[in-house]
């Protein structure tokens, strides 16, 4: 049976770009290469996902958002996201039945593998779901749609496990 871990999501900020051909630039800024569509990459000890066509999420605390903010100059934006999200850590070898069961996603489709992003309806809610190696992934699930989905993923028979007391109180 999967684990279900949520957490507070406070890292999360996203980067959003104006136009394509900024990304070149900002990379060089930036030091590392923004992953393309449906993808992500690991920075240090977070992570980078594209979750749009020229949106980003950040999500680690060691991104400088003032750093990234100036490089941007009136190109994009970068905006904190952590109270709007929770992340929910799937461990164990079947979460991406949990994904099936909660939506209209096809989990198993070889292509979804590590490093894989897509975004997609689970219990109604629009989430994001990040594929880590290990059989694990993590879901970022809208706080304010977290409770509902929570309680769906415990009538369909999945424990949660909580990471800290009052993790859902922001």
Aim: charged share 20%.
């Amino acid at each position: 049976m999967t684990d279900l871990i949520p957490s507070p999501a406070d890292d999360l900020v996203a980067l959003d770009l104006w136009r394509g051909e900024d990304v070149a630039r900002l990379e060089a800024v930036l030091g590392f290469a923004l992953p393309g569509p449906g993808k992500a990459v690991p920075v240090g000890s977070g992570y980078v996902l594209r979750v749009g066509p020229w949106r980003w999420w950040l999500d680690g605390d060691g991104f400088d958002g003032g750093a990234i903010a100036s490089a941007l100059g009136e190109r994009g934006v970068i905006t904190p996201l952590g109270g709007a999200w929770r992340r929910v850590r799937l461990v164990g070898d079947d979460w991406r039945g949990l994904l099936m069961l909660s939506g209209l996603f096809d989990a198993e489709v070889s292509s979804f593998g590590p490093g894989s992003v897509a975004s997609t309806l689970l219990c109604h809610a629009p989430c994001c779901v990040h594929v880590l190696p290990d059989a694990v992934a993590e879901v970022y699930v809208p706080s304010s749609l977290a409770e509902h989905c929570f309680a769906e993923w415990e009538k369909a028979g999945w424990k949660i496990r909580l990471a800290a007391p009052a993790i859902w109180s922001a």
